[in-house]
């Protein structure tokens, strides 16, 4: 079993920023995908970015457009999300989400099925 821990939400106004952070209980790179992904309450889970660990190769929801960018730390076994200009529309709740297969690269790397580990959550509130 993997140990996910996420932290960094908050409520912020439109045009906001934050930086969402995951710890990883194990090495991060012991991985082979490692994603966020968000819940807005009675919409299914959405995977926002996703990074390929060793290869370094990175995926993003193609409604972003550059807003949010993710990003690994393999000393201090971490993952982030840093995002940018947030909007109403991006509140909900943000879950760090880990591979242990290389199931993300078949069913694809945003997709809820492809992750055998996730964390509790952590939640952003966007606001007027």
């Known amino acids: 079993q993997v140990r996910l821990v996420e932290s960094g939400g908050g409520s912020v106004q439109t045009g906001g920023s934050l930086t969402l952070s995951c710890v990883f209980d194990?090495?991060?790179?012991?991985?082979?995908?490692v994603a966020w992904f968000r819940q807005i309450p009675g919409n299914e889970r959405e995977g926002v970015a996703a990074?390929?660990?060793?290869?370094?190769?990175?995926y993003y929801v193609d409604s972003l457009n550059g807003q949010f960018t993710i990003s690994q730390d393999n000393i201090a076994n971490m993952l982030y999300l840093q995002m940018n200009n947030l909007v109403s529309e991006d509140t909900g709740m943000y879950y760090c989400a880990a591979a242990d297969t290389r199931a993300p690269s078949h069913v694809g790397p945003l997709r809820v099925g492809g992750y055998d580990y996730w964390g509790q959550g952590t939640q952003v509130t966007v606001s007027a």
């Open positions: 194990g090495y991060i790179n012991n991985r082979d995908f």
């Open positions: 990074i390929e660990t060793r290869r370094s190769n990175k």
